[in-house]
């Protein structure tokens, strides 16, 4: 529910949310009293979610549920306290969108966390978690990376730079990226796929 995700629940009037008890819970409770938490959420998005509730159009989850066939939600927390990260089957096998569980590649290529963060151990553990429900380490893709637009195709020549077909398989990765992961942190991520 922060402000870059949340943001923008009034230009999908008839959606229903897909949410944990947990992220409800953190963006309402007691840890909102810290402004070196609450400065990532807009209170006006959280009242936003609050009305959407009321319209019955959130949907709570506890954990992992499957939404339709090939797409569910797996909890993570680390960032959040509801962190939750999505798995699509695709052509090319299993993709999560790992969202803010890894900001860049590098957060969990090098084992240095994205420094907004609820709890150091599950952002780890999401990063191991992320690496079991995708099909490789080709198939996490970030939230926030600008990468993942020049790794994967555009969906159609006016969506150049907006929108990538993460279907299909991304082009290799620049030298100084590979190059980063591999000085990094303790490869937590390369060791988890092995
Ligand atoms: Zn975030």
New binding site residues.
């Given amino acids: 529910m922060?402000f870059?995700?949340a943001g923008t629940l009034d230009d999908f009037p008839n959606a229903r949310v897909h949410l944990q008890d947990l992220e409800m819970q953190f963006a309402t409770g007691r840890h909102m009293l810290h402004q070196g938490i609450r400065f990532?959420f807009n209170v006006e998005d959280v009242v936003a979610m609050v009305r959407r509730l009321y319209q019955e159009k959130v949907v709570f989850h506890e954990g992992d549920q499957q939404l339709a066939p090939g797409v569910s939600v797996h909890h993570l927390g680390g960032?959040?306290m509801g962190m939750q990260v999505v798995r699509v089957w695709t052509q090319r096998g299993w993709v999560v969108l790992a969202s803010?569980a890894s900001h860049f590649y590098a957060n969990m290529q090098t084992g240095r966390p994205f420094p907004?963060l609820y709890n150091v151990a599950d952002m780890f553990a999401g990063w191991r978690r992320c690496a079991e429900l995708a099909d490789s380490d080709e198939h996490i893709i970030p939230g926030h990376d600008p990468l993942t637009l020049q790794l994967y195709p555009a969906v159609s020549p006016e969506l150049e730079g907006i929108a990538a077909r993460l279907d299909l398989p991304p082009a290799p990765m620049p030298e100084s990226v590979v190059d980063a992961a591999s000085t990094g942190g303790s490869m937590l991520f390369k060791q988890a796929s092995e």
């Fill in positions: 922060h870059d995700h990532a960032h959040t803010d907004v």
